[in-house]
């Protein structure tokens, strides 16, 4: 193998490994997000039975 196709693969690799941190922060972020807005409608169905 030469050099320059050692470094595209590696550069290949960097890449798809940067795809994959990205979607799990997404994944992580939506499940946040998704407990936060249930946590704000229960405090204002709470704050509304008052």
């Known amino acids: 193998m030469s050099k320059i196709m050692i470094a595209l693969a590696c ?3 960097l890449a798809l ?6 979607v799990r922060g997404m994944q992580k ?3 946040q997000t998704s407990h936060a807005l249930d946590d704000a409608t229960h405090r ?6 008052n």
Do not use: K
Not at 17 to 22: E, I, K, L, P, Q
Not at 44 to 49: G, Y
């Open 29 to 31: 972020d939506g499940v």
């Open 11 to 13: 550069l290949s690799v």
């Open 17 to 22: 490994a940067g795809c994959g941190n990205t």
């Open 44 to 49: 204002i169905a709470r704050a509304n039975a």
